[in-house]
């Protein structure tokens, strides 16, 4: 199972940017982000597949952009116009096989008035 390490979270104000990154320890195939706020179960917030192509939750369509890396087996998360609704733990994971999954330790994005 590959290891997965998280940077990047932190506190903006809304309407505000971050960039989440998420390094493998080694060669993955999909990978996206998903999402936990206090209460909640964790939610998809967007997925990329090995090629590139991309897929967004509706509350994040048009404001987050998901890229990878693959030379360094990195993802990203590019958030723009961040909302009070987007705070929470974003957690990384990357689908090693048809069978193994790895997530990251999570990452916390704050957003204030």
């Known amino acids: 199972q590959v290891h997965l390490v998280e940077s990047g979270g932190g506190l903006v104000q809304a309407g505000g940017s971050l960039r989440l990154s998420c390094a493998a320890s080694?060669?993955?195939?999909?990978m996206g982000w998903f999402r936990q706020r206090p209460g909640d179960q964790r939610e998809e917030v967007a997925t990329?597949?090995?090629?590139?192509?991309?897929s967004y939750a509706d509350p994040v369509k048009g404001r987050f952009t998901i890229s990878r890396d693959n030379a360094k087996n990195t993802v990203y998360l590019q958030m723009n116009g961040l909302k009070f609704e987007d705070a929470g733990v974003y957690y990384c994971?990357?689908?090693?096989?048809?069978?193994?999954?790895?997530w990251g330790q999570g990452t916390q994005v704050i957003v204030s008035s």
């Open positions: 080694g060669s993955v195939n999909n």
């Open positions: 994971y990357a689908a090693e096989n048809f069978r193994r999954t790895s």
């Open positions: 990329i597949s090995r090629d590139g192509r991309a």
